[in-house]
Structures are given as structure tokens and as C-alpha cells.
């Protein structure tokens, strides 16, 4: 079932993709994963962006910021990284509104 929320737990044992493209990076977060990790989208700067229920992390402050929070309950984030060989299509995704 998609639409419930995610528990703790499911959201430590996820793998997150990390779009990397010449000159930057973002890690993909399904928001319900960041709810259940404790965040909001307020939690994050305008330098990442959002698309139909996905963030995307950046990655200088944001994701990591993210990561962290895998630390608190003891746990290894698992990522996979996609590599663009031009820019990211993402970058013209909508910025997070933040007040940061």
C-alpha cells in the first residue's frame, strides 16, 4: 500500500539514489521518509528541491544534515549513486520553500 505512512524503521532500511552530475549532488528522499525520520520540509535550505512527494537533498548541507539522523538510531545510510554525464534534469525541479 503507497500511500501509508512510512515507520521509522522502513525509512532506516531504504536505499537512497544520490544524483551526482558534473558539479554537484542531491540525495532522493521520499518526504514520507523524512516525516518519519523527524523532519520537515522547513528543515531544509532552498538549495534542494522537491518533485510529487520526493525531495532531493543537496548535497554540501542538506543531506547530510539527513545522514546524521541514521547516526542517532545506529544505523548505515545505503545509497546508490546515478551519474549524469550533463546537467541533472532535476535542477529544474522546484526549490523547497524554506525559511532558512
Known amino acids: 500500500m503507497k500511500d501509508r505512512p512510512t515507520t521509522r524503521d522502513e525509512a532506516l532500511r531504504c536505499i537512497y539514489i ?4 558534473p558539479g554537484h549532488s ?3 528522499v521520499p518526504i514520507k521518509n523524512l516525516t518519519a525520520l523527524g523532519f520537515e520540509l522547513s528543515d ?6 522537491q518533485k510529487l512527494g520526493t525531495v532531493y537533498l543537496e548535497e554540501d548541507g542538506d543531506a547530510p ?3 546524521r539522523s541514521f547516526t542517532k538510531w545506529h544505523q548505515p ?5 546515478k551519474f ?3 546537467e541533472w534534469p532535476g535542477r529544474n525541479y522546484n526549490h523547497i520553500q ?3
Open 26 to 28: 542531491w540525495l532522493e
Open 44 to 49: 531544509f535550505s532552498q538549495f534542494s528541491y
Open 84 to 86: 549524469y554525464r550533463s
Open 98 to 100: 524554506s525559511g532558512k
Open 65 to 67: 544534515k539527513f545522514i
Open 18 to 21: 544520490l544524483h551526482q552530475d
Open 77 to 81: 545510510i545505503k545509497t546508490e549513486t
